[in-house]
């Protein structure tokens, strides 16, 4: 799946890549102003279209809201970096590489440490109930990773959380955060984004401690299908919402 040729300077300013680049720097923007970072740490990465074994992702040490479409570095699955300043953090290449090498559906990744997803994955059990109609959109869709590997100071970490995400889009890592995969980089930030909030509703019903009622399962099925069919369309715009904001209000972005 490794293109056998290696891009020019020119080959990465093309039209599909300068757009990539623009709607991953959006993300990381907005995820900045709804508090889906942690510091310089947690990565979004999408392959470089033309190139599927090339990926875009942000640098070490820089902070969500310091991303620009330019800033976004090259990187091959060998670890080296073909094109930008700097060198990705060391667990960001080591779980992006192996996701994007192994998943060829897995066109963007992001994974976060966001509050909410993050601190139903550190309960046990199932992270999602199921009990309101935002989360159906999930349904069938998540993976849950139950065994913590620590930090991906290497591949065969990223090839074990690779291998548990099997087909699912959306993956639970217990004790650590979450991770949405997509065939295209709208529908990775609409998944993060109604998996955030779906994660702070449940979290909310659970803090009454009532019990919750999960919807039927063939009810569940059917919402499910029925905000697929719409999905590709509703991803699409989406990401460009965020961007006419930010382009008033932080339009640096593109740059």
């Known amino acids: 799946m490794c293109s056998s040729s290696r891009p020019t300077a020119d080959d990465l300013n093309a039209p599909a890549i300068r757009q990539a680049r623009t709607d991953?720097?959006?993300?990381?923007?907005?995820?900045?102003?709804?508090?889906?970072?942690?510091?310089?740490?947690?990565?979004?990465?999408?392959?470089?279209?033309?190139?599927?074994a090339l990926f875009l992702v942000n640098p070490l040490g820089h902070a969500f809201d310091e991303i620009t479409a330019s800033s976004l570095l090259v990187c091959n699955f060998d670890g080296d970096v073909l094109a930008g300043e700097g060198k990705p953090e060391s667990t960001a290449f080591h779980i992006h590489a192996r996701v994007h090498m192994r998943h060829p559906h897995a066109v963007a990744c992001f994974h976060t440490h966001?509050?909410?997803?993050?601190?139903?994955?550190?309960?046990?059990?199932?992270?999602?109930?199921?009990?309101?109609?935002?989360?159906?959109?999930?349904?069938?869709?998540?993976?849950?990773?139950?065994?913590?590997?620590?930090?991906?100071?290497?591949?065969?970490?990223?090839?074990?959380?690779?291998?548990?995400?099997?087909?699912?889009?959306?993956?639970?890592?217990?004790?650590?955060?979450?991770?949405?995969?997509?065939?295209?980089?709208?529908?990775?930030?609409?998944?993060?984004?109604?998996?955030?909030?779906?994660?702070?509703?449940?979290?909310?019903?659970?803090?009454?401690?009532?019990?919750l009622k999960p919807v039927e399962p063939d009810i569940a099925r059917l919402t499910f299908e029925q905000m697929e069919s719409v999905a590709d369309e509703g991803s699409r715009l989406h990401l460009d919402s965020i961007k006419r904001r930010l382009d008033k209000l932080e339009p640096d972005y593109r740059d």
């Open 114 to 211: 966001m509050p909410n997803a993050t601190a139903l994955s550190m309960l046990d059990g199932p992270p999602l109930r199921w009990a309101g109609q935002t989360s159906l959109r999930f349904y069938g869709r998540l993976a849950v990773d139950e065994h913590y590997g620590g930090l991906a100071f290497d591949s065969s970490e990223g090839d074990r959380i690779a291998a548990a995400l099997g087909s699912a889009d959306v993956i639970f890592l217990k004790n650590h955060g979450v991770m949405v995969v997509a065939s295209s980089i709208a529908k990775a930030w609409d998944d993060l984004y109604y998996l955030e909030r779906v994660c702070e509703v449940e979290r909310m019903a659970l803090s009454t401690g009532v019990p």
């Open 24 to 52: 991953l720097a959006a993300c990381f923007r907005m995820a900045s102003r709804l508090g889906l970072h942690e510091g310089i740490c947690n990565h979004f990465s999408a392959l470089v279209p033309g190139y599927p």
